[in-house]
């Protein structure tokens, strides 16, 4: 996929609607269908549609989970907006610094010929090229004032100490199942980590348990906690019923890689916060059916399985 | 024999002169006036049945006032069409045995050729060649032929046009008192004896595609060609059968002049001019069987390739309906052979007889033709008018075919409904086979569609309907399709026929198998391969892929769905690539790459902005500029392309993606987007402070003015979260809440401002109304110093400037004591 296309295109229009978007992905992500196989088949996007990841879904997730570009938000009135530049400073790396956000042919230009600024492009799977930003703090902030880019400190720390904890009662939307018939009804196994069959009557009856109802291309998730009925993304919901689950999140200190099952990716801000530690996303390691999160320092992968009421195993 | 040459010729120049002394107040012996012939406006389409559709969005189309100019533009039409010099009339002459000197009498008909350079502004208001019965009459005429067809009643255009008032003026105009001539004309049978006839009825057979009437009703809105009728009427009774023969054969000659279309805006999307164009091959093999030209006035020739592919605006949604629901249709146009077209230089070339128009017939010669006058036209000149017409929903849209290879080379074929203007992004449509829901892809496209039997349906056609809109999505069933590659969407997309050099897909029937590939062997394509069901073909279907024809086929003269791959060997200029943001915008600095498809030898150098173009190598053509902010012309053979180049958007500002509340405290109501993250504050000058993110242990901020004190809360349901605050100051030191109490092993004193930010001496005399942070301030700092924090930054800079604030706590203290 040539992502750094989209993304300039996705620069230059700020904002737009879904359409346009799939048509831009149409248009200028050619080869569809080399990516890897993500298990994680469902949108972060409650109540809406999602398939098995065609291009433009692909393409949507990475540039959502890089921080590049933000969808279906609600405050905006279109479906998409791009981000302004920013420079997300790394924790691990304070002289370093990720490029996120709107980019033009022009701005890279100038950013690659600011003084003191040693800028590194590097080519990634299925993501805009990873832009680097390398200099002291001070030039880092100096640059950025003179560039005109926003400066987010220790980003993912900032992110990760804002965002609410997946079982957090204000992130959950009450709400009805539906009692029309022509839904086929899943239920997440916690322990297993696979959907089962199940029923609408089941779902109505549970007082905990997290549900997908299947109709044609709708899916809607239903998170059940204590008798009521909650509308909740998917991640979140998954996140919900595991409660703390041994192995799940797994932590090598030695390369500063965590680990989760692909079925178990993190909610979009979380997953963000922990792609940002290195600006690459994820990589899928086949044989353990795992995302691989690179050069994730401890604090956040500590501040990580907190949110995710998860254990952390090392 | 010579004296009676002698004396009908000049009854025949007489009746000329006559004719072209007051051709106005001819039209006006025969009771209409100007307005009333539909002159003013676009009121004048008055159309064969077959086109009610044209006529009612032509009706719609507010009507203009008395245009001197689009009589004038009618007059010169009349000039030119009564002209001696035209190649029919002098077809005539020379059935007649006109001697020489006969010709050398013709000089002032010569003289009211218009020039060539007013060909374009002529053509906004000139005359489309319809044939005899676009006019008023031929309404009547229609309607005659129905009944005569055992239809029983008139046609529903007829009477359409009969509510709308347009045939009023046609009725008065003594189409009523004409019929039985024109219904001598117009042969219901459609019999070859009277070509125009033929040619019409094949028109009519062709009214499904409404794209076609809707086209015609574009370019040539001012169809009075009264002047046929009323010089057939006026003439002397001796003459009249040449006369008639005169005009029955003239009138498809102005489809040269019909080729000069209106000066047609650039803006159209590639999809639409590639069909644009593609109808207008399609049907321009109609031109050329070695018969007296059909009469295609909305359908141009490969010669017109430049105002093909300038493409009419709005009319690509029926040019692409033309082109992709339609292909089957197009063996009821009169396939042909192609042949080389009139000059396109404009000038009047000499009048080829009928046998020498037989013979140029079988033979191609590359179209030449001058570069554009005007190497770049602004875009507000050049922006349509008529697209943002909303279009008919009773103009069937076009559902297209795409095929996407996946890994393993496995392909997907799916249906790619198209989304006209102003329908919603998600329908349910109704089909044979039950309903489909339709979900928007962009802003022209639904998304695809993967129908479970699309063998079948690919041989039998679709037709989808909306029962809100009344809006139909059609494909015609056929056995062959033809794809291409570089068009805007992934993968590959319908498209009317073979482009030579282009890289396209073939889907066929397994029964038409072998001759699709004798087909694609005389089209020198090689190497193509193909995949069958197991690779995701259509049931029943093969897909050939890597096509790429070499060498342009004759088209042949029958009824041949076979004729979609013999390549016409025209010239195509592509601009693929790039980063495109509007229909022909591309970003400054991803301009497009220019190709030119088509055989080397027949197409003339490629300019660009006037410059003779080169190879680059990405194989496309460019100059030195060509990727330059503003706009570009490409210029190849008489086929022209124009594009943009411009800037994208450089404004970019913080907005708030997403927004959480943490807490019951405003200051714990946190926004993100991408990776910023900031505190909701409800203040005014929230967006000129700087968001200050601190270990919890040191959540306290000081700023540089004693009382300047914000404690940023730490988070209670997370260990180790920092603490992010928007503080009402520009904080310069983070101490720890209570630091008496802390571990001075792990807590610091930390700079979070900058080492230049000295303390403000201001309160020294007079302590501050509030009391409490003016005390906390500098008690805050005194027990750091007490307890013997160290510094996190051991700069000596940041010494300096812990020790001025540790001297103005201290002033502080003993002032308040």
Redesign the interface.
């Known amino acids: 996929m040539r992502l750094n ?1 989209l993304l ?2 996705l ?4 904002q737009g ?4 978007f ?2 831009a ?6 080869d ?3 990516g890897a196989v993500d298990a994680d088949d469902e949108g972060t996007r409650p109540g809406k ?1 999602s398939s098995d990841l065609p ?1 433009y879904q692909q393409a949507r997730f990475a540039l959502q989970r890089l ?2 570009v ?1 969808f279906f ?1 609600s ?2 009135a279109r479906d998409w ?6 420079l ?1 400073l790394r924790s691990s790396h304070p002289s370093e610094a ?1 490029l ?3 980019r ?4 890279l230009d100038r950013l690659d010929h600011t003084d003191g600024l040693e800028v590194v492009k590097t080519p990634a799977l299925g993501m805009p090229d990873r832009i680097v930003v390398r200099a002291s703090s001070e030039t880092l902030a100096l640059s950025a004032a003179q560039l005109g880019l ?1 400066v ?4 993912s ?9 997946v079982r ?1 009662p ?2 959950r939307c009450r709400t009805e199942i539906p009692e029309n018939p022509g839904w086929t009804v899943h239920r997440f196994s916690s322990s297993r980590q696979v959907w089962s069959d199940s029923t609408g009557m089941d779902a109505r009856n549970a007082r905990t348990g997290f549900f997908r109802f299947v109709m ?2 709708q899916r809607l998730y239903f998170l059940r906690w204590r008798s009521r009925s909650y509308r909740v993304t998917v991640q979140v919901g998954k996140y919900v019923v595991m409660r703390r689950t041994r192995g799940l999140l797994a932590y090598d200190r030695t390369s500063q890689t965590l680990s989760v099952p692909a079925m178990c990716r993190p909610p979009l ?1 979380i997953e ?1 916060a922990l792609v ?1 530690c290195s600006g690459l996303l994820p990589s899928f390691d086949p044989p353990t059916a795992r995302l691989e999160y690179a050069d994730v320092p401890r ?1 956040e992968v ?2 990580a399985a ?2 995710l009421g998860q254990e952390l195993e090392r | 024999m010579r004296t009676l040459f002698h004396s009908i010729a000049s009854a025949l120049r007489s009746w000329l002169n006559s004719l072209r002394g007051e051709p106005g107040a001819r039209r006006c012996q025969s009771g209409v006036s100007r307005d009333q012939c539909g002159v003013s406006g676009t009121a004048a389409a008055i159309l064969p049945s077959a086109y009610g559709q044209a006529i009612e969005n032509t009706a719609a189309t507010p009507p203009e006032t008395d245009t001197p100019t689009d009589c004038d533009g009618i007059e010169e039409g009349q000039e030119r069409f009564r002209s001696v010099n035209d190649p029919n009339c002098q077809a005539i002459i020379e059935r007649l045995g006109q001697p020489d000197n006969m010709r050398s009498q013709d000089h002032g008909i010569d003289a009211v050729i218009p020039h060539p350079q007013s060909e374009t502004s002529r053509t906004n208001t000139m005359t489309s060649p319809l044939p005899p019965h676009s006019n008023g009459d031929t309404v009547d005429d229609g309607a005659l032929t129905s009944s005569e067809k055992g239809e029983g009643k008139p046609s529903g255009t007829a009477a359409e046009l009969a509510t709308r008032g347009v045939s009023r003026g046609t009725r008065s105009a003594g189409g009523t008192e004409r019929e039985p001539e024109h219904s001598d004309l117009a042969d219901p049978t459609g019999t070859a004896s009277n070509p125009l006839g033929r040619s019409v009825n094949a028109l009519d057979a062709e009214a499904d595609s409404k794209s076609v009437s809707d086209t015609r009703s574009e370019i040539g809105a001012e169809t009075v060609v009264h002047y046929d009728d009323d010089r057939t009427e006026d003439a002397p009774e001796a003459l009249k059968p040449f006369a008639e023969e005169f005009a029955s054969i003239d009138r498809p000659s102005e489809k040269s002049e019909s080729q000069a279309r209106p000066a047609i805006s650039h803006e159209v999307a590639d999809s639409e001019l590639e069909d644009s164009a593609a109808a207008s091959e399609i049907v321009d093999t109609a031109g050329h069987s070695g018969n007296l030209r059909a009469p295609q006035p909305i359908l141009g020739d490969a010669d017109n390739d430049d105002v093909a592919n300038n493409g009419a605006s709005g009319k690509g949604d029926q040019g692409e309906e033309f082109a992709a629901g339609n292909l089957s249709g197009a063996p009821d146009i009169d396939a042909g052979v192609w042949t080389a077209k009139s000059e396109p230089n404009g000038s009047p070339s000499p009048p080829p007889s009928r046998q020498q128009r037989e013979r140029r017939s079988q033979q191609y010669r590359a179209p030449a033709g001058r570069p554009p006058l005007r190497q770049r036209q602004s875009r507000s000149q050049a922006r349509p008018t008529t697209r943002s017409r909303p279009p008919s929903r009773e103009m069937p849209a076009p559902i297209n075919l795409r095929l996407i290879f996946q890994r393993g080379g496995y392909c997907v074929v799916s249906l790619l409904p198209r989304r006209l203007h102003g329908l919603p992004d998600k329908l349910v449509v109704s089909s044979d086979a039950g309903d489909v829901k339709l979900g928007a892809l962009q802003d022209e496209w639904y998304q695809d569609i993967f129908p479970t039997n699309l063998g079948q349906l690919l041989c039998t056609g679709i037709v989808w309907k909306d029962c809100d809109t009344c809006q139909e999505w059609r494909l015609s069933g056929r056995e062959v399709f033809v794809l291409s590659h570089g068009t805007t969407h992934m993968g590959f997309v319908s498209c009317p026929r073979l482009v030579l050099g282009r890289d396209h897909v073939v889907l066929c029937t397994t029964e038409k198998l072998g001759p699709v590939e004798d087909a694609l062997r005389r089209a020198g394509c090689v190497d193509w391969s193909h995949l069958g069901e197991d690779m995701g073909a259509p049931s029943g279907w093969r897909v050939l892929q890597r096509v790429v024809p070499q060498k342009a086929v004759p088209l042949n003269s029958d009824v041949d769905i076979l004729n979609v791959l013999r390549p016409l060997p025209r010239v195509k200029i592509a601009l693929e690539g790039g980063i495109r943001l509007a229909y022909n915008a591309w970003l400054l600095g991803y301009p497009p790459t220019i190709h030119v498809y088509g055989l080397p030898e027949h197409h003339q150098s490629v300019l660009i902005d006037g410059q003779k173009a080169v190879r680059s190598e990405s194989d496309g053509y460019e100059v030195s500029g060509s990727g330059t902010e503003g706009d570009h012309q490409v210029w190849c053979s008489s086929t022209e392309r124009s594009y943009s180049v411009v800037r994208g958007e450089t404004c970019w500002t913080y907005w708030p993606a997403y927004s959480f509340a943490l807490g019951r405290p405003e200051s714990h109501r946190f926004e993100f987007c991408g990776p910023l993250v900031r505190p909701v504050s409800t203040s005014i000058l929230a967006d000129q402070r700087r968001v200050v993110q601190v270990a919890p242990s040191n959540c306290v901020l000081l700023g540089a003015c004693p009382g300047e004190v914000f404690i940023a809360r730490p988070r209670a349901d997370l260990r180790g979260a920092q603490c992010l605050g928007l503080p009402p100051f520009e904080p310069v030191w983070a101490l720890p809440r209570q630091p008496l109490h802390c571990d001075k092993r792990v807590n610091r004193i930390l700079l979070v401002g900058e080492p230049t930010a000295r303390p403000c001496y201001a309160y020294l005399e007079s302590p501050p109304s509030d009391r409490r942070n003016f005390e906390l301030w500098y008690r805050l700092i005194l027990d750091a110093s007490r307890k013997g924090l160290s510094l996190e930054s051991a700069l000596p800079a940041t010494h300096n400037l812990w020790r001025d604030y540790k001297r103005l706590a201290r002033k502080l203290w003993r002032n308040s004591r």
């Open positions: 296309h300039l295109w620069s230059a229009k700020r609607s879904w359409s346009q799939r048509g992905v149409d248009e200028l992500c050619e569809q269908g080399n549609t291009v921080g590049h933000e938000s405050e905006i907006g791009i981000v302004p530049p920013t997300a990720l996120c956000g709107a033009s042919p022009e701005f926003m987010q400190h220790d980003a720390m900032a992110i990760l100490s804002a965002v609410p904890r957090d204000a992130i044609g291309y801000l963000r940002l604090e500590r501040l907190q949110l």
